[in-house]
Protein backbone atom coordinates (compact mmCIF):
# COMPACT_ATOMS: atom_id res chain seq x y z
CA UNK A 1 0.00 0.00 0.00
CA UNK A 2 1.00 3.48 -1.17
CA UNK A 3 2.57 5.85 1.90
CA UNK A 4 0.06 8.76 2.61
CA UNK A 5 2.51 11.67 2.55
CA UNK A 6 1.95 13.95 -0.62
CA UNK A 7 3.99 17.15 -1.95
CA UNK A 8 2.69 20.19 -2.34
CA UNK A 9 2.34 19.87 -6.16
CA UNK A 10 0.18 17.08 -5.73
CA UNK A 11 -1.69 18.60 -2.95
CA UNK A 12 -2.41 21.22 -5.41
CA UNK A 13 -3.51 19.18 -7.96
CA UNK A 14 -6.58 17.54 -5.59
CA UNK A 15 -7.11 21.03 -5.08
CA UNK A 16 -7.42 21.94 -8.47
CA UNK A 17 -9.49 18.90 -9.28
CA UNK A 18 -11.58 20.00 -5.92
CA UNK A 19 -12.40 23.49 -7.69
CA UNK A 20 -13.48 22.17 -10.84
CA UNK A 21 -16.18 19.98 -9.31
CA UNK A 22 -17.23 23.15 -7.29
CA UNK A 23 -17.84 24.75 -9.94
CA UNK A 24 -19.84 21.87 -12.23
CA UNK A 25 -22.19 21.72 -9.74
CA UNK A 26 -23.20 25.12 -10.36
CA UNK A 27 -22.19 25.04 -14.23
CA UNK A 28 -24.45 22.11 -15.09
CA UNK A 29 -27.38 23.08 -13.82
CA UNK A 30 -26.75 26.59 -15.58
CA UNK A 31 -25.70 25.34 -18.81
CA UNK A 32 -28.74 23.13 -19.42
CA UNK A 33 -31.07 25.69 -18.95
CA UNK A 34 -29.00 27.96 -21.14
CA UNK A 35 -29.01 24.86 -24.09
CA UNK A 36 -32.48 24.56 -23.53
CA UNK A 37 -33.91 27.91 -24.37
CA UNK A 38 -31.41 28.03 -26.86
CA UNK A 39 -29.01 30.95 -25.61
CA UNK A 40 -25.84 29.01 -27.30
CA UNK A 41 -27.35 29.13 -30.96
CA UNK A 42 -27.87 33.18 -30.42
CA UNK A 43 -24.22 33.50 -29.67
CA UNK A 44 -23.40 30.97 -32.69
CA UNK A 45 -25.57 32.86 -35.33
CA UNK A 46 -25.18 36.61 -33.87
CA UNK A 47 -21.96 38.10 -36.44
CA UNK A 48 -22.40 40.87 -33.77
CA UNK A 49 -21.95 40.84 -29.80
CA UNK A 50 -25.41 39.62 -28.47
CA UNK A 51 -26.59 41.84 -26.18
CA UNK A 52 -28.24 41.34 -21.99
CA UNK A 53 -31.32 42.95 -23.59
CA UNK A 54 -31.72 40.74 -26.56
CA UNK A 55 -31.28 37.34 -24.54
CA UNK A 56 -33.75 38.56 -21.92
CA UNK A 57 -36.28 39.13 -24.35
CA UNK A 58 -35.52 35.87 -26.62
CA UNK A 59 -35.68 33.67 -23.81
CA UNK A 60 -38.42 35.37 -21.77
CA UNK A 61 -35.95 35.08 -19.12
CA UNK A 62 -35.49 36.83 -15.44
CA UNK A 63 -33.12 39.75 -16.14
CA UNK A 64 -31.25 39.52 -12.72
CA UNK A 65 -30.65 35.63 -12.42
CA UNK A 66 -29.66 35.65 -16.29
CA UNK A 67 -27.29 38.31 -16.01
CA UNK A 68 -25.40 35.81 -13.40
CA UNK A 69 -25.57 32.98 -15.62
CA UNK A 70 -23.82 34.62 -18.10
CA UNK A 71 -21.19 36.22 -15.85
CA UNK A 72 -20.29 32.53 -14.46
CA UNK A 73 -19.89 31.58 -18.15
CA UNK A 74 -17.59 34.59 -18.49
CA UNK A 75 -15.52 33.51 -15.36
CA UNK A 76 -15.12 29.59 -16.82
CA UNK A 77 -13.96 31.91 -19.96
CA UNK A 78 -16.70 30.69 -22.20
CA UNK A 79 -17.85 34.26 -23.38
CA UNK A 80 -16.14 37.93 -23.27
CA UNK A 81 -18.17 40.19 -21.61
CA UNK A 82 -18.53 43.63 -22.90
CA UNK A 83 -19.67 47.25 -21.00
CA UNK A 84 -20.77 49.09 -23.18
CA UNK A 85 -21.11 53.16 -22.60
CA UNK A 86 -24.35 53.36 -22.25
CA UNK A 87 -24.82 51.93 -18.08
CA UNK A 88 -26.61 48.76 -17.94
CA UNK A 89 -26.01 48.02 -21.49
CA UNK A 90 -23.78 44.58 -21.61
CA UNK A 91 -23.17 42.23 -24.37
CA UNK A 92 -21.42 38.75 -24.88
CA UNK A 93 -19.23 37.28 -27.58
CA UNK A 94 -18.78 33.47 -27.39
CA UNK A 95 -15.42 33.06 -27.08
CA UNK A 96 -13.31 29.88 -28.86
CA UNK A 97 -13.13 27.99 -25.50
CA UNK A 98 -16.84 29.04 -25.23
CA UNK A 99 -17.21 27.21 -28.25
CA UNK A 100 -15.48 24.22 -28.13
CA UNK A 101 -17.65 24.07 -24.74
CA UNK A 102 -21.66 24.65 -26.26
CA UNK A 103 -20.71 21.79 -28.32
CA UNK A 104 -20.58 19.20 -25.11
CA UNK A 105 -23.98 20.91 -23.42
CA UNK A 106 -25.77 18.41 -24.00
CA UNK A 107 -23.65 16.41 -21.76
CA UNK A 108 -24.64 18.58 -19.14
CA UNK A 109 -28.65 18.27 -19.26
CA UNK A 110 -27.23 13.82 -17.97
CA UNK A 111 -25.65 14.95 -15.33
CA UNK A 112 -28.55 17.28 -14.07
CA UNK A 113 -30.43 13.97 -13.95
CA UNK A 114 -28.80 13.38 -11.18
CA UNK A 115 -29.54 16.49 -8.97
CA UNK A 116 -33.10 15.60 -6.85
CA UNK A 117 -31.10 12.14 -5.62
CA UNK A 118 -28.06 14.19 -5.01
CA UNK A 119 -29.80 16.31 -2.66
CA UNK A 120 -30.84 13.42 -0.28
CA UNK A 121 -27.65 11.28 -1.33
CA UNK A 122 -27.18 11.29 2.21
CA UNK A 123 -30.24 9.86 3.40
CA UNK A 124 -30.24 7.05 0.41
CA UNK A 125 -26.50 5.92 1.89
CA UNK A 126 -27.40 5.63 5.61
CA UNK A 127 -30.90 5.20 5.58
CA UNK A 128 -33.66 2.51 4.55
CA UNK A 129 -34.26 3.78 0.55
CA UNK A 130 -30.85 3.25 -1.02
CA UNK A 131 -32.27 1.10 -3.57
CA UNK A 132 -34.25 3.89 -4.89
CA UNK A 133 -31.14 5.80 -5.91
CA UNK A 134 -29.30 2.45 -6.94
CA UNK A 135 -29.98 2.72 -10.35
CA UNK A 136 -29.35 6.11 -11.20
CA UNK A 137 -25.61 5.69 -9.22
CA UNK A 138 -25.44 2.60 -11.87
CA UNK A 139 -25.71 4.80 -14.77
CA UNK A 140 -23.70 7.63 -13.61
CA UNK A 141 -21.11 5.75 -12.36
CA UNK A 142 -20.84 4.39 -15.80
CA UNK A 143 -20.66 7.45 -17.72
CA UNK A 144 -17.97 9.03 -15.28
CA UNK A 145 -16.01 5.95 -16.25
CA UNK A 146 -16.74 6.48 -19.72
CA UNK A 147 -15.56 10.18 -19.75
CA UNK A 148 -19.09 10.62 -20.16
CA UNK A 149 -18.54 10.29 -23.88
CA UNK A 150 -16.06 13.10 -24.33
CA UNK A 151 -12.91 12.09 -26.93
CA UNK A 152 -9.94 12.51 -26.40
CA UNK A 153 -8.72 15.23 -28.47
CA UNK A 154 -5.27 16.13 -29.79
CA UNK A 155 -5.38 19.76 -30.15
CA UNK A 156 -4.22 21.35 -26.71
CA UNK A 157 -7.53 24.07 -26.70
CA UNK A 158 -10.34 21.55 -26.89
CA UNK A 159 -8.18 18.99 -24.61
CA UNK A 160 -7.83 21.43 -22.02
CA UNK A 161 -11.99 22.18 -22.40
CA UNK A 162 -12.81 18.76 -22.48
CA UNK A 163 -10.98 17.94 -19.54
CA UNK A 164 -12.66 20.70 -17.41
CA UNK A 165 -16.05 19.85 -18.83
CA UNK A 166 -15.50 15.67 -17.45
CA UNK A 167 -14.71 17.33 -14.27
CA UNK A 168 -17.43 19.53 -14.28
CA UNK A 169 -19.56 16.67 -14.69
CA UNK A 170 -17.96 14.73 -12.47
CA UNK A 171 -18.72 17.23 -9.77
CA UNK A 172 -22.05 16.19 -9.68
CA UNK A 173 -20.89 12.77 -8.41
CA UNK A 174 -17.87 13.41 -6.25
CA UNK A 175 -19.50 16.46 -4.37
CA UNK A 176 -22.40 14.95 -3.14
CA UNK A 177 -20.50 11.62 -2.65
CA UNK A 178 -17.37 13.35 -0.02
CA UNK A 179 -20.18 15.63 1.80
CA UNK A 180 -21.97 12.20 2.60
CA UNK A 181 -19.12 9.65 3.15
CA UNK A 182 -17.76 12.79 5.54
CA UNK A 183 -20.77 12.94 7.20
CA UNK A 184 -21.57 9.79 7.59
CA UNK A 185 -17.77 9.30 9.06
CA UNK A 186 -16.66 7.19 6.53
CA UNK A 187 -13.95 9.16 5.50
CA UNK A 188 -12.64 9.29 8.93
CA UNK A 189 -12.54 5.75 9.22
CA UNK A 190 -10.90 5.12 5.95
CA UNK A 191 -7.90 7.87 6.39
CA UNK A 192 -7.25 5.12 9.64
CA UNK A 193 -6.38 2.49 7.17
CA UNK A 194 -8.26 -0.01 4.72
CA UNK A 195 -11.13 -1.11 5.12
CA UNK A 196 -13.70 -4.24 4.29
CA UNK A 197 -16.26 -2.62 2.89
CA UNK A 198 -18.86 -5.27 4.93
CA UNK A 199 -17.69 -3.08 7.81
CA UNK A 200 -19.10 0.49 6.66
CA UNK A 201 -22.89 0.64 7.68
CA UNK A 202 -25.32 1.94 5.27
CA UNK A 203 -26.05 0.29 2.22
CA UNK A 204 -24.22 -1.90 0.62
CA UNK A 205 -24.67 -1.37 -3.32
CA UNK A 206 -25.25 2.33 -2.80
CA UNK A 207 -21.90 2.53 -1.00
CA UNK A 208 -19.71 0.59 -3.43
CA UNK A 209 -21.05 3.18 -6.13
CA UNK A 210 -19.57 6.04 -3.93
CA UNK A 211 -16.10 3.88 -3.64
CA UNK A 212 -15.91 3.65 -7.29
CA UNK A 213 -16.64 7.31 -7.84
CA UNK A 214 -13.64 8.02 -5.64
CA UNK A 215 -11.79 5.80 -7.78
CA UNK A 216 -12.39 7.30 -10.86
CA UNK A 217 -10.95 10.04 -8.81
CA UNK A 218 -7.72 8.51 -8.16
CA UNK A 219 -8.78 8.88 -4.61
CA UNK A 220 -8.93 5.28 -3.95
CA UNK A 221 -7.73 2.15 -4.34
CA UNK A 222 -9.30 -1.77 -3.93
CA UNK A 223 -8.09 -4.94 -3.40
CA UNK A 224 -9.83 -8.20 -2.79
CA UNK A 225 -12.32 -7.31 -0.09
CA UNK A 226 -10.51 -4.36 1.06
CA UNK A 227 -10.49 -0.22 0.23
CA UNK A 228 -8.18 1.94 1.09
CA UNK A 229 -7.63 5.76 0.55
CA UNK A 230 -4.48 6.42 -1.95
CA UNK A 231 -2.09 9.51 -1.03
CA UNK A 232 -4.54 12.00 -3.08
CA UNK A 233 -7.39 10.66 -1.38
CA UNK A 234 -5.88 10.69 1.93
CA UNK A 235 -5.31 14.61 1.49
CA UNK A 236 -8.70 14.66 -0.38
CA UNK A 237 -10.46 13.69 2.59
CA UNK A 238 -9.05 16.15 4.99
CA UNK A 239 -10.52 19.02 2.49
CA UNK A 240 -13.90 17.04 1.99
CA UNK A 241 -15.78 20.04 4.09
CA UNK A 242 -14.99 22.17 0.66
CA UNK A 243 -17.23 20.36 -1.07
CA UNK A 244 -20.13 21.30 1.98
CA UNK A 245 -20.94 24.65 1.42
CA UNK A 246 -21.62 24.37 -2.47
CA UNK A 247 -23.59 20.95 -2.32
CA UNK A 248 -25.80 22.63 0.72
CA UNK A 249 -27.30 24.36 -2.65
CA UNK A 250 -27.73 21.76 -4.51
CA UNK A 251 -31.42 22.50 -3.71
CA UNK A 252 -31.29 26.12 -5.24
CA UNK A 253 -29.83 24.55 -8.51
CA UNK A 254 -32.86 21.63 -8.92
CA UNK A 255 -34.95 24.66 -9.48
CA UNK A 256 -32.66 26.98 -11.52
CA UNK A 257 -34.56 26.71 -14.81
CA UNK A 258 -37.68 27.75 -12.85
CA UNK A 259 -35.74 31.30 -11.40
CA UNK A 260 -34.16 32.14 -14.42
CA UNK A 261 -37.01 31.55 -17.12
CA UNK A 262 -40.35 30.74 -14.89
CA UNK A 263 -41.61 32.22 -11.36
CA UNK A 264 -38.31 33.89 -9.71
CA UNK A 265 -40.58 34.37 -6.40
CA UNK A 266 -40.68 30.72 -5.51
CA UNK A 267 -40.52 29.94 -1.53
CA UNK A 268 -37.80 30.33 -0.12
CA UNK A 269 -38.85 29.08 3.60
CA UNK A 270 -41.70 26.78 4.45
CA UNK A 271 -44.47 27.79 7.09
CA UNK A 272 -41.89 27.22 9.77
CA UNK A 273 -39.46 29.30 8.70
CA UNK A 274 -37.00 27.00 7.13
CA UNK A 275 -35.12 27.16 4.62
CA UNK A 276 -36.02 25.46 1.36
CA UNK A 277 -33.03 26.14 -1.12
CA UNK A 278 -30.36 25.58 0.90
CA UNK A 279 -29.43 22.79 3.62
CA UNK A 280 -28.41 25.03 6.67
CA UNK A 281 -26.90 22.15 8.85
CA UNK A 282 -24.70 21.31 5.72
CA UNK A 283 -23.92 24.39 4.79
CA UNK A 284 -22.74 25.74 8.94
CA UNK A 285 -21.07 22.14 8.56
CA UNK A 286 -18.99 22.90 4.93
CA UNK A 287 -18.15 26.26 6.43
CA UNK A 288 -16.81 25.23 10.12
CA UNK A 289 -13.48 23.57 7.96
CA UNK A 290 -12.31 26.81 6.45
CA UNK A 291 -13.55 29.21 9.48
CA UNK A 292 -10.54 27.81 11.46
CA UNK A 293 -8.45 28.86 9.62
CA UNK A 294 -9.97 32.33 9.95
CA UNK A 295 -10.40 31.93 13.22
CA UNK A 296 -6.98 31.86 14.10
CA UNK A 297 -6.23 35.20 12.26
CA UNK A 298 -8.94 36.41 14.58
CA UNK A 299 -7.86 35.36 17.69
CA UNK A 300 -4.33 37.43 17.03
CA UNK A 301 -6.23 40.57 16.68
CA UNK A 302 -8.78 39.53 20.08
CA UNK A 303 -5.71 38.76 21.95
CA UNK A 304 -4.46 41.88 21.19
CA UNK A 305 -7.39 43.63 22.20
CA UNK A 306 -7.79 42.12 25.21
CA UNK A 307 -4.04 42.77 26.78
CA UNK A 308 -4.75 45.93 26.38
CA UNK A 309 -5.10 47.83 30.07
CA UNK A 310 -8.70 47.21 31.32
CA UNK A 311 -9.56 50.72 30.72
CA UNK A 312 -8.81 50.41 27.18
CA UNK A 313 -10.53 47.12 26.32
CA UNK A 314 -14.07 46.68 25.72
CA UNK A 315 -16.79 45.62 28.03
CA UNK A 316 -17.92 42.55 25.85
CA UNK A 317 -18.38 41.01 22.34
CA UNK A 318 -21.73 41.30 20.22
CA UNK A 319 -21.68 39.29 17.13
CA UNK A 320 -24.47 40.47 14.81
CA UNK A 321 -25.71 37.09 13.01
CA UNK A 322 -24.26 34.60 15.69
CA UNK A 323 -25.76 31.73 14.42
CA UNK A 324 -25.36 28.77 15.85
CA UNK A 325 -23.21 30.26 18.62
CA UNK A 326 -19.81 29.03 17.41
CA UNK A 327 -17.85 32.15 16.96
CA UNK A 328 -19.46 33.83 20.19
CA UNK A 329 -18.05 30.50 22.19
CA UNK A 330 -15.08 30.43 20.44
CA UNK A 331 -13.71 34.09 21.29
CA UNK A 332 -14.88 34.32 25.25
CA UNK A 333 -12.61 31.00 25.46
CA UNK A 334 -9.46 32.54 23.92
CA UNK A 335 -10.57 35.63 26.14
CA UNK A 336 -10.31 33.46 28.96
CA UNK A 337 -7.57 30.92 28.34
CA UNK A 338 -4.87 33.68 26.47
CA UNK A 339 -5.22 37.51 27.31
CA UNK A 340 -5.18 38.81 30.74
CA UNK A 341 -8.31 39.89 30.62
CA UNK A 342 -9.16 36.62 31.70
CA UNK A 343 -7.43 36.00 34.62
CA UNK A 344 -9.64 38.80 36.20
CA UNK A 345 -12.72 37.55 34.54
CA UNK A 346 -14.20 37.56 37.90
CA UNK A 347 -13.74 41.26 38.77
CA UNK A 348 -14.47 42.49 34.93
CA UNK A 349 -16.79 40.02 33.31
CA UNK A 350 -17.10 39.50 29.76
CA UNK A 351 -20.44 40.29 28.21
CA UNK A 352 -21.25 38.13 25.30
CA UNK A 353 -24.26 39.42 23.08
CA UNK A 354 -25.75 36.79 20.02
CA UNK A 355 -28.09 38.74 18.13
CA UNK A 356 -30.12 36.92 15.24
CA UNK A 357 -32.73 37.18 12.89
CA UNK A 358 -33.50 33.58 12.67
CA UNK A 359 -35.52 32.05 16.29
CA UNK A 360 -34.02 28.46 15.42
CA UNK A 361 -30.12 30.17 15.42
CA UNK A 362 -31.03 32.26 18.99
CA UNK A 363 -32.58 29.09 20.58
CA UNK A 364 -29.48 26.87 19.61
CA UNK A 365 -26.93 29.69 20.33
CA UNK A 366 -28.49 30.27 24.18
CA UNK A 367 -28.36 26.48 24.46
CA UNK A 368 -24.50 26.94 23.29
CA UNK A 369 -23.34 29.47 25.76
CA UNK A 370 -25.17 28.18 28.85
CA UNK A 371 -23.35 24.63 28.06
CA UNK A 372 -20.51 26.78 27.85
CA UNK A 373 -21.00 28.08 31.06
CA UNK A 374 -20.24 31.81 30.13
CA UNK A 375 -21.78 33.42 32.79
CA UNK A 376 -22.66 37.15 31.44
CA UNK A 377 -24.53 36.32 28.47
CA UNK A 378 -27.63 37.61 26.24
CA UNK A 379 -29.59 36.39 22.97
CA UNK A 380 -31.70 39.11 21.40
CA UNK A 381 -33.19 39.51 17.90
CA UNK A 382 -31.54 41.30 15.57
CA UNK A 383 -31.28 42.53 11.99
CA UNK A 384 -28.10 43.45 10.20
CA UNK A 385 -30.05 46.19 8.70
CA UNK A 386 -31.11 48.16 12.09
CA UNK A 387 -28.24 48.95 14.18
CA UNK A 388 -29.94 51.98 15.94
CA UNK A 389 -32.54 48.84 16.92
CA UNK A 390 -29.76 46.88 17.97
CA UNK A 391 -28.39 49.54 20.60
CA UNK A 392 -32.15 50.46 21.92
CA UNK A 393 -32.53 46.75 22.67
CA UNK A 394 -29.11 46.82 24.25
CA UNK A 395 -29.92 49.84 25.92
CA UNK A 396 -33.25 48.21 27.26
CA UNK A 397 -31.13 45.41 28.77
CA UNK A 398 -28.84 47.67 30.38
CA UNK A 399 -26.00 48.00 28.45
CA UNK A 400 -24.43 50.56 26.26
CA UNK A 401 -23.81 49.45 22.40
CA UNK A 402 -20.44 51.51 22.26
CA UNK A 403 -18.71 49.66 24.98
CA UNK A 404 -18.73 46.35 22.88
CA UNK A 405 -16.17 44.88 19.92
CA UNK A 406 -19.07 44.09 17.44
CA UNK A 407 -17.90 41.10 14.98
CA UNK A 408 -19.16 39.70 12.00
CA UNK A 409 -18.88 36.71 10.36
CA UNK A 410 -20.16 36.24 6.07
CA UNK A 411 -22.89 38.33 7.20
CA UNK A 412 -23.40 41.68 4.77
CA UNK A 413 -23.39 40.31 1.76
CA UNK A 414 -26.02 38.44 2.65
CA UNK A 415 -28.22 41.51 4.17
CA UNK A 416 -31.57 41.67 2.89
CA UNK A 417 -31.88 43.93 -0.07
CA UNK A 418 -33.83 47.04 -0.10
CA UNK A 419 -33.59 49.70 -3.24
CA UNK A 420 -31.45 52.76 -1.62
CA UNK A 421 -34.48 55.52 -0.85
CA UNK A 422 -34.09 59.00 -3.33
CA UNK A 423 -31.26 57.16 -5.36
CA UNK A 424 -30.97 58.59 -8.39
CA UNK A 425 -29.92 56.28 -10.95
CA UNK A 426 -26.27 56.48 -12.43
CA UNK A 427 -25.34 59.16 -10.02
CA UNK A 428 -22.46 57.28 -9.07
CA UNK A 429 -20.16 55.08 -11.26
CA UNK A 430 -20.30 51.78 -9.99
CA UNK A 431 -17.02 49.35 -10.13
CA UNK A 432 -18.10 45.96 -9.31
CA UNK A 433 -18.01 43.67 -11.89
CA UNK A 434 -20.42 41.25 -10.14
CA UNK A 435 -23.97 40.65 -11.04
CA UNK A 436 -26.43 41.00 -8.44
CA UNK A 437 -30.53 39.95 -8.16
CA UNK A 438 -32.78 40.15 -6.14
CA UNK A 439 -36.01 38.15 -6.85
CA UNK A 440 -34.77 37.98 -10.44
CA UNK A 441 -34.58 41.72 -10.97
CA UNK A 442 -31.22 43.04 -11.75
CA UNK A 443 -29.81 45.32 -9.29
CA UNK A 444 -27.42 47.70 -11.49
CA UNK A 445 -23.66 47.66 -10.02
CA UNK A 446 -23.78 51.12 -8.93
CA UNK A 447 -27.05 51.40 -6.94
CA UNK A 448 -25.84 48.09 -4.92
CA UNK A 449 -22.69 50.27 -4.23
CA UNK A 450 -24.45 52.92 -3.14
CA UNK A 451 -26.94 50.24 -1.09
CA UNK A 452 -23.26 48.73 0.57
CA UNK A 453 -22.32 52.62 1.36
CA UNK A 454 -25.38 53.37 3.23
CA UNK A 455 -25.78 49.86 5.24
CA UNK A 456 -21.92 50.52 6.25
CA UNK A 457 -22.55 54.21 7.10
CA UNK A 458 -25.63 52.98 9.07
CA UNK A 459 -23.43 51.32 11.23
CA UNK A 460 -20.78 53.93 11.67
CA UNK A 461 -22.11 55.99 14.44
CA UNK A 462 -22.43 52.51 16.82
CA UNK A 463 -18.95 51.06 16.52
CA UNK A 464 -18.09 52.78 18.89
CA UNK A 465 -14.19 53.21 20.61
CA UNK A 466 -14.06 49.54 20.10
CA UNK A 467 -14.41 48.80 16.63
CA UNK A 468 -15.92 46.59 14.22
CA UNK A 469 -14.22 42.93 13.41
CA UNK A 470 -15.94 41.42 9.95
CA UNK A 471 -15.27 38.55 7.93
CA UNK A 472 -16.16 38.46 4.23
CA UNK A 473 -16.46 37.07 1.43
CA UNK A 474 -15.68 38.45 -2.08
CA UNK A 475 -15.75 38.09 -5.59
CA UNK A 476 -13.48 38.22 -8.37
CA UNK A 477 -13.57 39.85 -12.05
CA UNK A 478 -14.80 37.53 -14.44
CA UNK A 479 -11.41 37.99 -16.75
CA UNK A 480 -8.93 36.54 -13.25
CA UNK A 481 -11.53 33.38 -12.42
CA UNK A 482 -10.99 32.55 -16.16
CA UNK A 483 -7.34 32.63 -15.94
CA UNK A 484 -7.16 31.20 -12.79
CA UNK A 485 -9.82 28.04 -12.50
CA UNK A 486 -7.82 25.53 -10.76
CA UNK A 487 -6.76 28.10 -8.36
CA UNK A 488 -9.71 29.79 -6.99
CA UNK A 489 -13.64 28.42 -5.97
CA UNK A 490 -15.05 31.76 -7.48
CA UNK A 491 -17.06 29.92 -9.74
CA UNK A 492 -19.10 28.07 -7.16
CA UNK A 493 -19.38 31.22 -5.22
CA UNK A 494 -20.26 33.13 -7.67
CA UNK A 495 -23.03 30.64 -8.41
CA UNK A 496 -24.13 29.76 -5.13
CA UNK A 497 -24.55 33.45 -4.36
CA UNK A 498 -25.83 35.30 -6.77
CA UNK A 499 -28.74 32.85 -7.58
CA UNK A 500 -29.74 33.23 -3.96
CA UNK A 501 -29.99 37.14 -4.06
CA UNK A 502 -26.48 37.43 -2.19
CA UNK A 503 -24.23 40.22 -2.88
CA UNK A 504 -20.69 39.55 -3.10
CA UNK A 505 -18.33 42.38 -4.50
CA UNK A 506 -14.41 42.06 -4.81
CA UNK A 507 -12.03 43.01 -1.71
CA UNK A 508 -10.87 46.58 -3.55
CA UNK A 509 -14.47 47.55 -3.87
CA UNK A 510 -15.65 46.80 -0.31
CA UNK A 511 -12.65 48.48 1.05
CA UNK A 512 -13.41 51.69 -1.09
CA UNK A 513 -16.81 51.46 0.09
CA UNK A 514 -16.18 51.10 3.68
CA UNK A 515 -13.95 54.08 3.78
CA UNK A 516 -17.09 56.16 1.93
CA UNK A 517 -18.89 54.88 4.87
CA UNK A 518 -16.59 56.04 7.08
CA UNK A 519 -15.08 52.98 8.28
CA UNK A 520 -11.46 52.74 8.81
CA UNK A 521 -9.69 49.77 8.36
CA UNK A 522 -6.39 49.05 10.48
CA UNK A 523 -3.52 48.01 8.37
CA UNK A 524 -1.96 45.88 11.06
CA UNK A 525 -5.20 43.58 11.49
CA UNK A 526 -6.43 43.48 7.57
CA UNK A 527 -5.68 39.75 6.19
CA UNK A 528 -6.39 38.29 2.64
CA UNK A 529 -7.22 34.02 2.07
CA UNK A 530 -5.20 33.56 -0.15
CA UNK A 531 -3.01 36.65 0.12
CA UNK A 532 -2.76 37.90 -3.76
CA UNK A 533 -5.03 38.75 -6.10
CA UNK A 534 -7.01 35.43 -5.96
CA UNK A 535 -8.28 36.74 -2.44
CA UNK A 536 -12.12 35.54 -1.83
CA UNK A 537 -11.92 36.12 2.11
CA UNK A 538 -10.60 39.12 3.92
CA UNK A 539 -10.33 39.96 8.09
CA UNK A 540 -10.84 43.45 8.39
CA UNK A 541 -10.70 45.75 11.60
CA UNK A 542 -12.50 48.92 11.27
CA UNK A 543 -13.04 51.53 13.46
CA UNK A 544 -15.08 54.47 12.84
CA UNK A 545 -13.47 57.66 11.76
CA UNK A 546 -15.44 60.09 13.83
CA UNK A 547 -15.12 57.36 16.43
CA UNK A 548 -19.10 58.29 17.76
CA UNK A 549 -22.22 59.50 16.89
CA UNK A 550 -25.19 59.99 19.77
Not at 104 to 110: D, F, G, I, N, S
Not at 206 to 230: D, H, K, N, P, Y
Not at 296 to 323: A, L, S, T, W, Y
Request: hydrophobic share 40%; aromatic share 8%.
Amino acid sequence: MASQSTTDDEKAAVRTRIFHHLAGMVLVPTVKALWDRKVFEEFRNSPQPVGLDQIVNQTHGNRGYLRVALRLLASCGWLEERREKEPGNISYTLTGKGRIGADLAPRYAEAVSFLPKAIFLEDFLFGTSGETVLPSLHTMVARSEDRWNIPAEEDSVKREVHHEVQQHLDGMLVGPAMVALARGGVLERLAQGPLKPSEVPGHRGSLSMMFEILALQGWMAREQSRVWLTPAGHYASQIAASYGVTVSYLPLMNVLSTLLFGNPRIPRVDETGSELLVNRGMNVWGSGGAHKTYFRKVDEIIVEIFNRPIHEQPQGICDMGCGDGTLLEHLYCVVKSQTARGAVLDKHPLLIVGADFNKVARRITKQRLRAAKIPAHFVIHGDINRPAQLASDLEALGHEVHNLLHVRSFLDHNRPYSPPANYVKGSRTGTSTGAFAYLGEEIPRDELEENLVRHLRRWAPYVGSFGLLVLELHTLPPEITAANLGRTPAVAYDGTHGYSDQYLVELPVFLKCCREAGLQADPRYQFRFPPSELATVSINFFTALNLRTT
